[in-house]
C-alpha cells in the first residue's frame, strides 16, 4: 500500500537557521507533490506543489525538491522566523483528484 | 474574501445520535473533498464529488454518508457516531481540471466530540 514518511515528528531549530523538512514515499509513483502548512486547530493551508519533471521550486524563502529516483521530496525554509513554526504536511497526488498526507512534521523556530 | 465555511467549529454529539456537519464554498470549485484528521495523524480522505459525482474511498465506513445538493454546498452525515469517530473534520475545495494537479483549499474544520 502507499506509504508516505515525514522524516520527524517535531523539528526545533534557531531562527535564521534555515529548516530542511523531508518527505518519503513508496509504493507509487506520484506525478506531483504538494506542501501545506497547518496551524493547530486550523485547516491545511497550501504552500507549493511541484511536478515530476522539475527538480527544484521556489517561493520566497521556500524552496521544495523532488527526486524520483529517490522517492523524496525536501521542504527548506530559509531565514526561519518564530512565525514559521507549523505543521509541514506532505502530499503526493495519489490519484485522479485524490492527495494522501503525510503526518506531518511539526516545525519549532526558537527566537 | 472566496474561501470554504464550516459550521459548526465545534459540535458535541452523543454516541449513536446521527449528527450532521456543514461545508460551504464561495470559490466554485467543482470538486469537494471530505476528511478526517485526528490528533498527530494525517489527514484521511473520507470521499470526494466532481461536481454531483460521489467519489468513495475503500475504507471510508459506511457510517459516513454525504451529501451535494449544489456546488455550493456539502453535507458531511455520520448515522451512528461511536467513540472512534470523535476528530476533526476538514472540507476542502478545488479546481476541476487538470487532477490532482490543483493546490486543495480547506476549511478550519469542525471538531467532533461524542459524549
Known amino acids: 500500500s502507499q506509504k508516505i514518511e515525514q522524516n520527524s515528528e517535531a523539528l526545533n531549530i534557531q531562527e535564521g537557521k534555515t529548516a530542511t523538512l523531508t518527505c518519503n514515499y513508496t509504493n507509487y509513483s506520484p506525478a506531483y507533490l504538494q506542501w501545506y502548512r497547518q496551524d493547530p486547530g486550523r485547516g491545511p493551508v497550501f504552500l507549493l506543489l511541484?511536478?515530476?519533471?522539475?527538480k527544484e521550486k521556489r517561493k520566497e524563502r521556500l524552496k521544495v525538491t523532488f527526486d524520483t529516483t529517490l522517492k523524496q521530496s525536501l521542504f527548506h525554509i530559509t531565514a526561519s522566523q518564530p512565525a514559521d513554526s507549523a505543521t509541514y504536511l506532505c502530499?503526493?497526488?495519489?490519484?485522479?483528484?485524490?492527495?494522501?498526507f503525510g503526518k506531518g512534521t511539526k516545525l519549532s523556530v526558537i527566537p | 474574501d472566496a474561501m470554504v465555511i464550516q459550521n459548526p467549529r465545534y459540535q458535541v454529539t452523543q454516541f449513536g445520535k446521527p449528527v450532521t456537519l456543514s461545508c460551504s464554498q464561495t470559490?466554485?470549485?467543482?470538486?469537494m473533498y471530505w476528511y478526517q484528521q485526528k490528533s498527530s495523524q494525517a489527514p484521511k480522505l473520507l470521499f470526494h464529488?466532481?461536481?454531483?459525482?460521489?467519489?468513495n474511498e475503500a475504507d471510508t465506513p459506511d457510517n459516513f454518508q454525504s451529501r451535494r445538493p449544489n456546488t455550493s454546498f456539502c453535507f458531511l452525515d455520520i448515522r451512528s457516531p461511536g467513540l472512534g469517530d470523535a476528530a476533526m473534520y476538514l472540507c476542502?475545495?478545488?479546481?476541476?481540471?487538470?487532477?490532482?494537479?490543483?493546490?486543495?483549499?480547506f476549511g478550519d474544520g469542525t471538531r467532533l466530540s461524542i459524549l
Open positions: 511541484i511536478r515530476e519533471n522539475e
Open positions: 464529488y466532481y461536481d454531483k459525482d460521489f467519489n
Open positions: 476542502a475545495t478545488s479546481r476541476g481540471t487538470g487532477g490532482n494537479n490543483q493546490p486543495q483549499h
Open positions: 470559490l466554485n470549485h467543482n470538486v
Open positions: 502530499a503526493p497526488g495519489a490519484g485522479s483528484y485524490q492527495l494522501t
